[in-house]
């Protein structure tokens, strides 16, 4: 299935593959500031829609991870990396997904403050 998704304002637009079974609440300081539920998917099976140019990206700690958001509306629908097996990531704020009932969706916990 390929679902929608787009910040507040419709200036970051994509696409994302793949089945929406679970997602992940994480603790770290970054998503728990922000609420984000994360859906990981692989690189490959994200496309963006918009220009590159329309987000501004964040990083902090070891950088490694790009936090992207819409600098217009402030809504971050998702984040890039580098899974510990070497492949390229996806993580995508479920929440900002298009005709998601996330109600229905199981949510798992993440222990990323204590990496
Ligand atoms: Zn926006």
Redesign the pocket.
């Known amino acids: 299935m390929i679902y929608k998704g787009?910040?507040?304002?419709?200036?970051?637009v994509f696409e994302a593959a793949g089945s929406l079974e679970k997602v992940m609440e994480c603790n770290c300081s970054i998503c728990s500031k922000r609420g984000s539920l994360h859906w990981f998917i692989p690189r490959e099976n994200f496309r963006l829609l918009s220009a590159d140019d329309?987000m501004s990206t964040y990083t902090f700690n070891k950088h490694i991870i790009k936090h992207r958001?819409?600098?217009?509306?402030?809504?971050a629908p998702f984040s890039e990396g580098i899974a510990p097996s070497g492949n390229y990531m996806v993580a995508i704020n479920a929440r900002c997904l298009d005709g998601v009932d996330l109600s229905s969706i199981e949510v798992g916990h993440f222990d990323g403050r204590s990496l």
Request: hydrophobic fraction near 15%; glycine fraction near 14%.
């Open positions: 787009s910040c507040h304002c419709g200036q970051v329309c958001y819409c600098p217009a509306c402030g809504c």
